[in-house]
């Protein structure tokens, strides 16, 4: 595939960026030009996807955060403040599963803490100090990776579906807010995507998963990537509040 410079002079931050969704967004906007400050919590994954995507040519620096701790946060922003001055487009891919195939009745509520603290509670610092970020600009683009579990409901993971359906609504307030400013704030719900991420969900939870989606098929990391440099491009300057989607059919509104 031929990349043209779309991102050039952008700078740009993924959290979860070591992996999955994260590295593949992190990937495409790098290989478009873009300058990117890589977020994760697993220092050595993280050392090793900046290495890969320094040796392609790609800057790139990582910055080991948890987003659930908003110190962490606000520090890893000041740092990307004083190397390049601005943040261009925030992409938030950090994220975890929680329990699968787990009724409600069942679901430990230490689980569900831990899953709000990095699904929502991260999300929300991470769209509150990129925004803060950005304003001194009046420009940017931020895009928070939902799921289709927060848009239609997955039974049995009910952690990370209340937490994903949280992030939506985040999106569509926080989008009205900053409409009249040159920051848009949108979302993606991808369907299964083939990630390291589904090890840690059960077979009975992604045959029910991939029965729902018509393609009969899992989303890729690839197809996800592509979607998201279009979000976050500065084509897509009359889209803010908006989920996209990517889900095979699943969702066809």
Request: without cysteine; proline residues 2%.
């Amino acid at each position: 595939m031929d990349y043209i410079d779309r991102f050039k002079n952008k700078i740009a931050v993924i959290t979860g960026g070591a992996e999955g969704i994260g590295k593949g967004i992190a990937l495409r906007l790098g290989r478009e030009g873009a300058t990117l400050a890589l977020f994760d919590i697993n220092n050595n994954l993280l050392a090793t996807t900046v290495a890969e995507m320094q040796k392609e040519g790609i800057t790139a620096r990582g910055f080991v955060v948890d987003i659930s701790n908003e110190e962490q946060i606000v520090a890893a922003l000041q740092e990307v403040d004083q190397a390049w001055g601005r943040l261009d487009i925030m992409v938030n891919a950090a994220g975890i599963v929680g329990p699968t195939n787990t009724k409600i009745v069942a679901f430990p509520t230490a689980a569900f803490d831990t899953v709000y603290a990095v699904n929502l509670k991260g999300a929300f610092l991470i769209t509150k100090y990129s925004l803060e970020m950005m304003s001194k600009t009046g420009k940017g683009r931020l895009l928070l990776i939902s799921s289709m579990a927060g848009k239609e409901g997955n039974p049995g993971m009910v952690g990370y579906t209340a937490t994903k359906a949280g992030v939506i609504g985040l999106i569509k307030g926080v989008a009205k807010e900053f409409a009249k400013t040159g920051i848009t704030v949108n979302g993606l719900a991808p369907a299964v995507i083939k990630t390291s991420m589904n090890d840690n969900t059960s077979a009975a939870q992604l045959e029910y998963m991939i029965g729902k989606i018509p393609m009969q098929r899992l989303g890729t990391i690839e197809e996800v990537a592509a979607i998201s440099a279009y979000i976050v491009s500065d084509e897509n300057s009359f889209s803010t509040g908006f989920i996209y989607d990517i889900s095979g059919g699943r969702a066809t509104y």
